[in-house]
T-cell receptor
Framework: RKEVEQDPGPFNVPEGATVAFNCTYS??????FFWYRQDCRKEPKLLMS???SGNEDGRFTAQLNRASQYISLLIRDSKLSDSATYLC????????????FGAGTQVVVTP | DTGVSQNPRHKITKRGQNVTFRCDPI?????LYWYRQTLGQGPEFLTY????????KSRLLSDRFSAERPKGSFSTLEIQRTEQGDSAMYLC??????????????FGEGSRLTVL
């Protein structure tokens, strides 16, 4: 079983709509959680951290459910430029240097 | 450009040959990471350094792989006796010491390896 699992998608979203997707993690010792964004043929870039209480960054909202070991990302008012692969990332307290990436969820925003 | 720099960007080699990739991190970053990414997958952790010390290695890093960061600045990743399964994008990233907690890794554009 992979440590971080994501629905690969693609999620086809009309421009202006809302899209949400989850990721699950298997290691209960995971302490830090992040969403990265990766554009086609580009390097991954940090989108946002995920805090226990949930957090927003503009049109993006991240949630953490420790009991069920999943993280979610919601994108409101989708823009064409939001088309990308969103990577779920976790790290554990015993290995702060080792970020574990999921395989990514592809989002395609259509006009 | 003060980002993470990797070279070569592309390498095509024949099976059995050795290849070496270089990564120059952001200058003030203490930590340097190597990841490998194949099509349709997320980056897979290979190893990371804190200054010149290699602190962790993945089981993915067989004895054909070796990484160094001799002076705590640039790093090299060498693959000996390449196999077709080594074909992938090799990503280097760097961060400050708190990178694992903040999640803020800065990736280079990667070195794409094709083994024929």
């Amino acid at each position: 079983r992979k440590e971080v699992e994501q629905d690969p998608g693609p999620f086809n979203v009309p421009e202006g709509a809302t899209v949400a997707f989850n990721c699950t993690y298997s290691n209960s010792a995971s302490q830090s959680f992040f969403w990265y964004r990766q554009d086609c043929r580009k390097e991954p870039k940090l989108l946002m951290s995920v805090y226990s209480s949930g957090n927003e960054d503009g049109r993006f909202t991240a949630q953490l459910n420790r009991a069920s070991q999943y993280i979610s990302l919601l994108i409101r008012d989708s823009k064409l430029s939001d088309s990308a692969t969103y990577l779920c990332v976790v790290s554990t307290t015993d290995s702060w240097g080792k970020l574990q990436f999921g395989a990514g969820t592809q989002v395609v925003v259509t006009p | 450009d003060t980002g993470v720099s990797q070279n070569p960007r592309h390498k095509i080699t024949k099976r059995g040959q050795n290849v070496t990739f270089r990564c120059d991190p952001i200058s003030e970053h203490n930590r340097l990471y190597w990841y490998r990414q194949t099509l349709g997958q997320g980056p897979e952790f290979l190893t990371y350094f804190q200054n010149e010390a290699q602190l962790e290695k993945s089981r993915l890093l067989s004895d054909r792989f070796s990484a160094e960061r001799p002076k705590g600045s640039f790093s090299t990743l060498e693959i000996q006796r390449t196999e077709q399964g080594d074909s992938a994008m090799y990503l280097c990233a760097s961060s400050r010491l708190a990178g694992g907690r903040t999640g803020e890794l800065f990736f280079g554009e990667g070195s794409r390896l094709t083994v024929l």
